[in-house]
Antibody
Framework: QLQLQESGPGLVKPSETLSLTCTVS??????????WGWIRQPPGKGLEWIGS???????YYNPSLKSRVTISVDTSKNQFSLKRSSVTAADTAVYYC??????????????????WGQGTLVTVSS | SYELTQPPSVSVSPGQTARITCSGD??????AYWYQQKPGQAPVLVIY???ERPSGIPERFSGSSSGTTVTLTISGVQAEDEADYYC?????????FGTGTKVTVL
C-alpha cells in the first residue's frame, strides 16, 4: 500500500527558507502515471495547493505562490521536496504531500490527490 | 484560476441526509472531487470524478453534478461522519480546493 511521509524542521525563522521532504514507500515515485504534490493548510483554515512534480522534473505551481517555491524530485531516494524562500508568519501551516493522480505533462484537468501523507506542522517564528 | 464556494456549515441529525454543495463556474467542464478531513488528520478522498466512490468508502457517500454546482450527499449520517469536507477541481494549469464545509452531527 502506498504511503507518504513528510519530514523537515517544525520551526523556521522569518525570512529563511522552509525545506520539506516527502518520502514515498510501497510504490515507485518514477511511475509514469502520477505526479506528486504539495498542499498546505494554515491553522483553522482551508486547503491550498502549492505545486506538483513528475519524476522527470516537470512541474506545475500555484501562480500565487510560484515566485518563492521550488519543488524537486530525487528518484534514487524515492523522495520529492519543497522549498519556500523568504517565509513569513503567513507560511505557518500543516504541509501535506500527496500523490497527484490524473495529472499529465500537458494538463492538470481531471486530476486529484490520493493518498495523502499525515502532514507536518511548520511554524514560522523568531 | 477560479474559485469553488461551499457553505461554511451543515448540521444534520443521525440517520438523516446531509447535502454539501460546491459551486464554481468551471464545474460544467471539469470533474469535481471530495475529501473528508477529521480533526488532526489528513484529508481522505471520498468521491472522485463527480460521482465515483473509491474502494473502502461507505455506500452512504455519493456525488452528483448539475451545471455549476456539484453536491456531496451523505445518506443515513452517522456520528463518525462529523468532519470538514472539501471539494476540489482542476483546469489545465492549476487545481483549487473549495472553501470547506463543517458537517456537525447533532
Amino acid at each position: 500500500q502506498l504511503q507518504l511521509q513528510e519530514s523537515g524542521p517544525g520551526l523556521v525563522k522569518p525570512s529563511e527558507t522552509l525545506s520539506l521532504t516527502c518520502t514515498v514507500s510501497g510504490g515507485s515515485i518514477s511511475s509514469t502515471s502520477y505526479y506528486w504534490g504539495w498542499i498546505r493548510q494554515p491553522p483553522g483554515k482551508g486547503l491550498e495547493w502549492i505545486g506538483s512534480i513528475y519524476y522527470s522534473g516537470s512541474t506545475y505551481y500555484n501562480p500565487s505562490l510560484k515566485s518563492r517555491v521550488t519543488i524537486s524530485v530525487d528518484t534514487s531516494k524515492n523522495q520529492f521536496s519543497l522549498k519556500r524562500s523568504s517565509v513569513t508568519a503567513a507560511d505557518t501551516a500543516v504541509y501535506y504531500c500527496a500523490r497527484h493522480k490524473g495529472a499529465t505533462v500537458t494538463t492538470l484537468s481531471g486530476s486529484w490527490f490520493d493518498p495523502w501523507g499525515q502532514g507536518t506542522l511548520v511554524t514560522v517564528s523568531s | 484560476s477560479y474559485e469553488l464556494t461551499q457553505p461554511p456549515s451543515v448540521s444534520v441529525s443521525p440517520g438523516q441526509t446531509a447535502r454539501i454543495t460546491c459551486s464554481g463556474d468551471a464545474l460544467p467542464k471539469q470533474y469535481a472531487y471530495w475529501y473528508q478531513q477529521k480533526p488532526g488528520q489528513a484529508p481522505v478522498l471520498v468521491i472522485y470524478k463527480d460521482s465515483e466512490r473509491p474502494s473502502g468508502i461507505p455506500e452512504r457517500f455519493s456525488g452528483s453534478s448539475s451545471g455549476t454546482t456539484v453536491t456531496l450527499t451523505i445518506s443515513g449520517v452517522q456520528a463518525e461522519d462529523e468532519a470538514d469536507y472539501y471539494c476540489q477541481s482542476a483546469d489545465s494549469s492549476g487545481t483549487v480546493f473549495g472553501t470547506g464545509t463543517k458537517v456537525t452531527v447533532l
